[in-house]
């Protein structure tokens, strides 16, 4: 059997895989646009193989890829299909999500086609962004992932934002401005990124914290030091695309994406010293992200008095112990990091709503207030006259008042304050929609 | 004085906080004696295909496994968002959650009915419809078509009607009389063996057929 003919095989197969996958129910928009736009995928790949042309390797290789990976996308679907997850945040989601992704092809825009998963572990948050198009004429698919565990916790969700920047990355539109202006700025000269051998002099320096020197002694069993470190261990452009992606995650969903990701990374490496290969160390990232906050501004309290100033100032008090407090952890000035960050929201500001939208005190207010007598936090209140009054609010304010009234006198679990708020973007969706009719 | 709320009293609750439906999206929702709920994003319906028969024995807490498995696969669960439909076959019976979430004092019990108009369609709402004292939580719906042709519903539609009470006394609230499904943030199964598990042992025991 040739090349040609084993890729009409695994075409035929992977067709066969496709119709399978339709055994089940996946979630609340079901699998049609998804089904429709691998089966256009499929049917150029059989014209493609069908064509009596002669296909040089470039034309296989190309083929074989495209097989690949729909092959790999379709199995992991029916692995991780869903019957239920937080599909009110994923409506939101796709919002900020699609304006950025969106890409220009052959016949106008071309907004990518979101699908979602679930995955197992804590660390399952990803947005896979399909790494090139198929052909000018496709959308990219962007798969998102959510711990399977996880699936009501949207005070955790906005994690993602952190994914949003990955799919930025993979977006050839953005790519430029974001190297031109925010990588360019991390890199800048003078600072711990200036290339590869000053961010290893810093890795290694001696005043160090112990316990991050201990973690690094411990590569010296594999042959890694200061000298190779990125070379045989670690990958340097992959730390500075993950810092990035933190940035657009502070970007795109304000203190809440400071609180989730002070949360769950301090729970995967609670030392917050760890070098992954991929990943600078968590603290590292950590120290950036509450600098960032502060810089924008969003932990400047209400004026004092105010309801809402008790339990916000907790709030970011909290945030605060997460910091580690040696100058070892800073790996950024303020300059790039204000620098950094205006990059980033030059390119959001053009796709609203991607930007995280500025807080007003007294509306966040009355989202806590509402948490805090035990009701979904929305824009709703009755008039002083007796009439219902219904508000737009965005659905990144309600998760922000979920981490606020975790500070409040009287605090509700934390899967109930994640339940309360799910429950209020959910009918928040449906007061907008009522507030669209003319 | 004990009765049935007017408007002008459902309104003075909803004021001062006492009593909450949120989100109201209409002021049309607000009748003379009432507040209609509409239907929210969920829709369980009981697999007709995975059970001969409703057995209370299988909620018995002995064999952990059959009663987990019995829970988990008794409803099929539909995410109906909005801009979505849920088509209601003629004799079927779905459990569906208000969009509304309620809380209601300890002095107010609520009844919920169908709305007329649907009624008259044959959808019928609500067979258990008293909200005791001090809920909160979404209401559930149980929802059954008595007529002869499919319904099509989709989420936001007023379907269903929330009449209060007063009591004669505040219920004296703890955690026991909480009821199963306080707090609820979508519907789910009952446990019909709930307290009763004697009266079930007994007829096992007895060699039921």
Redesign the interface.
């Known amino acids: 059997m040739n090349a040609r003919d084993f890729l009409k095989q695994e075409h035929d197969n992977v067709k066969q895989l496709l119709e399978q996958s339709l055994r089940y129910e996946y979630g609340f928009e079901g699998s049609q646009e998804f089904f429709e736009e691998c089966g256009t995928r499929l049917s150029f790949i059989s014209q493609w193989l069908g064509s009596p042309d002669e296909l040089v390797a470039d034309d296989l290789a190309n083929i074989g890829y495209q097989l690949n990976e729909l092959s790999k996308l379709i199995c992991r679907i029916e692995r991780s299909s869903l019957g239920e997850y937080s599909w009110p945040f994923v409506e939101e989601l796709k919002k900020l999500a699609t304006g950025i992704c969106t890409e220009d092809g052959l016949e106008g825009q071309y907004p990518p086609k979101i699908y979602v998963l679930a995955g197992g572990g804590l660390d399952a948050y990803r947005i896979y962004p399909e790494m090139r198009r198929p052909m000018a004429s496709r959308r990219r698919l962007l798969t998102i992932v959510f711990p399977k565990t996880l699936k009501h916790f949207v005070l955790l969700h906005p994690i993602l934002g952190h994914e949003i920047g990955h799919a930025l990355w993979g977006c050839t539109k953005q790519q430029a401005h974001l190297v031109g202006k925010v990588l360019s700025v991390l890199k800048r000269l003078g600072g711990k990124f200036e290339s590869e051998d000053v961010t290893a002099v810093h890795l290694f320096d001696s005043q160090a914290p112990h316990d991050a020197q201990a973690a690094l002694a411990a590569l010296a069993n594999l042959r890694v030091d200061e000298a190779n470190f990125f070379g045989q261990w670690a990958r340097w452009e992959f730390w500075l695309d993950e810092i990035l992606c933190d940035l657009v995650g502070l970007a795109t969903f304000g203190p809440s994406f400071a609180a989730a990701q002070c949360g769950l990374l301090s729970t995967l490496d609670p030392a917050g010293v760890t070098t992954g290969r991929m990943h600078p160390p968590v603290g590292w990232r950590i120290n950036l992200v509450l600098r960032a906050a502060e810089l924008l501004n969003l932990s400047e309290p209400p004026p004092d008095p105010h309801p809402l100033r008790q339990s916000f100032l907790a709030f970011w008090d909290e945030l605060q112990r997460f910091r580690r407090p040696e100058p070892w952890f800073n790996v950024f000035d303020d300059n790039q990091i204000v620098d950094a960050l205006d990059g980033i929201f030059q390119l959001l500001n053009q796709y609203p709503p991607s930007g995280y939208p500025k807080t007003d005190f007294d509306a966040l207010g009355e989202l806590v207030q509402q948490l805090a007598n035990g009701v979904p936090p929305i824009g709703f209140h009755m008039s002083e006259g007796g009439a219902p009054v219904c508000s737009r609010v965005d659905f990144r304010h309600i998760v922000y008042a979920g981490w606020i009234s975790r500070h409040s006198l009287q605090p509700h679990s934390f899967d109930i304050t994640n339940r309360l708020c799910e429950h209020a973007i959910m009918q928040q969706i449906a007061i907008d929609t009522a507030m669209s009719q003319p | 004085m004990t009765g049935a709320l007017s408007r002008?009293s459902i309104?003075?609750r909803?004021?001062s906080?006492d009593l909450?439906v949120?989100?109201?999206?209409?002021?049309v929702?607000?009748g003379a004696s009432s507040v209609d709920l509409?239907m929210?994003?969920v829709a369980l319906m009981a697999r007709a295909g995975s059970q001969s028969h409703v057995d209370p024995a299988a909620y018995l807490s002995g064999n952990a496994h059959q009663a987990a498995q019995t829970r988990q696969q008794k409803h099929e669960?539909?995410?109906?968002?909005?801009g979505?439909t849920f088509l209601l076959h003629p004799g079927s019976l779905v459990l569906v959650p208000t969009?509304e979430?309620v809380?209601l004092p300890k002095n107010l019990q609520g009844v919920v009915t169908a709305r007329s108009s649907w009624a008259r369609e044959g959808l019928n709402i609500a067979t258990a419809t008293l909200i005791n004292p001090g809920y909160?939580g979404?209401i559930t719906l149980e929802l059954a078509n008595f007529g002869e042709i499919p319904i099509r519903l989709c989420?936001?539609l007023r379907i269903a009607q929330l009449a209060l009470y007063t009591l004669a006394t505040s219920a004296t609230f703890d955690a026991t009389l909480a009821g199963q499904f306080d707090?609820s943030?979508s519907p789910r199964a009952g446990n019909i063996a709930d307290e009763d598990e004697v009266f079930i042992k007994r007829t096992l025991r007895a060699g039921r057929s």
């Open positions: 002008g309104i003075e909803l004021l906080g909450v949120s989100p109201i999206l209409s002021e929702q607000l509409r929210g994003t669960r539909f995410e109906v968002p909005f979505a969009l979430w809380r909160q979404i989420p936001g707090m943030f």
